[in-house]
């Protein structure tokens, strides 16, 4: 499968605990993005890559996410100090440089946090 | 920022029939309006795309539509049949970095065979 992978897909933890998801994108793709799905909502963006460069933050990041992609190929989402609110789907998507981007994105199966 | 509204949250069709999903857009300078599907416990994947350029794109039994004037889109599914079931997504491509698109809170379509 070359598609966008992402691990772990669940993670059950309690409250005030630090949790890290890990995203591998297709492998030619440039361009990363985390988005966060709820129950019965659309994907809410967070943040985008491009190499590893962090271009684009959401103001739904609060200080206790962070992101990061080191070597420009797969990205980790970190959230320190876990909030029940936190609790929801952590989308990965990746797309291809401008020149060969036709806009869309690519996506993960998602990473399904619960914090008790 | 973009703003994408989308409805209706729930449509039930009996099998054969057309399905429309609207949404609607705040930036007047978006691009690009995709449409995404997302089955139970799997990944969004695109259907089809529209570009501002064009008002109307089919694609077999789906078409979209775009009003750039009243700033609003929608998916259009004719001959539904049960697999077309599942969540779809309106996006919007607005200002910004990248290709970061704004997506509508879903519609979940479900088609009584």
């Known amino acids: 499968d070359t598609g966008v992978s992402q691990n772990p897909r669940h993670k059950i933890t309690k409250r005030g605990q630090n949790v890290t998801f890990r995203c591998d994108p297709i492998s030619e793709h440039n361009r990363l993005y985390w988005y966060r799905q709820t129950l019965g909502q659309g994907p809410e963006f967070l943040t985008y890559?491009?190499?590893?460069?962090?271009?684009?933050k959401s103001r739904l990041l609060s200080d206790r996410f962070s992101a990061e992609r080191p070597k420009g190929s797969f990205s980790t989402l970190e959230i320190q100090r876990t909030e029940q609110g936190d609790s929801a789907m952590y989308l990965c998507a990746s797309s291809p440089k401008r020149e060969l981007n036709t806009g869309e994105l690519f996506f993960g199966e998602g990473s399904r946090l619960t914090v008790l | 920022g973009e703003n994408v509204e989308q409805h209706p949250s729930t449509l039930s069709v009996q099998e054969g029939d057309s399905a429309v999903i609207k949404c609607t857009y705040s930036?007047?300078?978006?691009?690009?309006f995709p449409w995404y599907k997302q089955e139970l416990g799997k990944r969004p994947q695109l259907i089809i795309d529209?570009?501002?350029?064009?008002g109307e794109k089919k694609d077999q039994r789906i078409a979209v539509t775009l009003n750039k004037t009243a700033k609003h889109f929608s998916l259009h599914i004719t001959e539904t049949q049960p697999e077309d079931s599942a969540v779809y997504f309106c996006?919007?491509?607005?200002?910004?970095?990248?290709?970061?698109?704004?997506f509508g809170g879903g519609t979940r379509l479900m088609v009584k065979p």
């Open positions: 529209i570009r501002s350029n064009v």
């Open positions: 890559f491009q190499n590893e460069a962090q271009l684009e």
């Open positions: 930036d007047s300078a978006s691009n690009y």
């Open positions: 996006a919007a491509r607005g200002q910004g970095a990248g290709n970061m698109l704004t």
